[in-house]
């Protein structure tokens, strides 16, 4: 039985990882019509709503522990990482963020060592870290001894990718509270767009339907 949840999960994580993969493209797309934070407020704003048709169950207050776990992962999981993304996906390219967000597993691993119990950094994470840090460096410096192109959108990069392992311990703490998934979703992305207000007011948001037209942005 065990071994079949962890099959299960492997699986769920590689379909969740080939998914992932094709936003960096799909996003690349949409900028050519939308403002970074545009497609932000959009994306999510269309999952809450579809979540809430699927599941219209509202998951009831518990405690302001727990509302505080929400609200970090809404602000780590949903603003602060697509922001940072979109970002960076116009200053780089698809194929850099994509590559340098990779490393997550590495630095959620690192992160999960010293704020979860009983996670533990074996050799071969030591040996997939070291791999995955060379890809890094060999990205920043373009294959070249020196930069050639300005490194803020990889940095960027790099700074999302932290913002979501903060996040992948907050959920792995909310996985403990028994909510549906579905629900934990909803609540996350309701965070997620409050605290995505203020860069809507700091980005001059302003609603434009023309761009929806377009049948490449669907």
């Known amino acids: 039985m065990k071994i079949r949840r962890e099959t299960a999960g492997h699986l769920a994580a590689v379909i969740t990882i080939i998914i992932w993969g094709t936003t960096f493209v799909s996003t690349k797309v949409l900028l050519e019509d939308f403002a970074p934070v545009d497609i932000l407020f959009y994306r999510f704003l269309i999952g809450l709503i579809v979540l809430i048709m699927v599941h219209p169950h509202v998951p009831t207050f518990r405690s302001w522990r727990q509302e505080a776990l929400f609200a970090g992962a809404g602000l780590c999981g949903v603003t602060l990482y697509f922001l940072l993304e979109n970002i960076a996906l116009t200053l780089t390219y698809a194929s850099n963020a994509g590559m340098i967000v990779a490393v997550i597993p590495m630095i959620t691993a690192v992160l999960a060592h010293f704020f979860l119990s009983g996670e533990k950094l074996e050799p071969r994470f030591f040996i ?8 890094l ?21 790099a700074a999302s990718a932290f913002v979501w392992a903060a996040y992948a311990i907050l959920m792995k703490k909310i996985s403990t509270f028994g909510y549906h998934t579905i629900q934990c979703t909803q609540r996350i992305f309701l965070y997620g767009l409050l605290f995505m207000v203020p860069a809507l007011f700091l980005f001059d948001f302003r609603f434009d339907a023309s761009p929806f037209a377009s049948p490449a942005n669907w």
């Open 128 to 135: 997939g870290f070291a791999a995955a840090f060379t890809g």
């Open 137 to 157: 460096a060999l990205i920043f410096f373009n294959g070249q001894m020196m930069l050639k192109l300005n490194p803020l959108g990889d940095i960027l990069a």
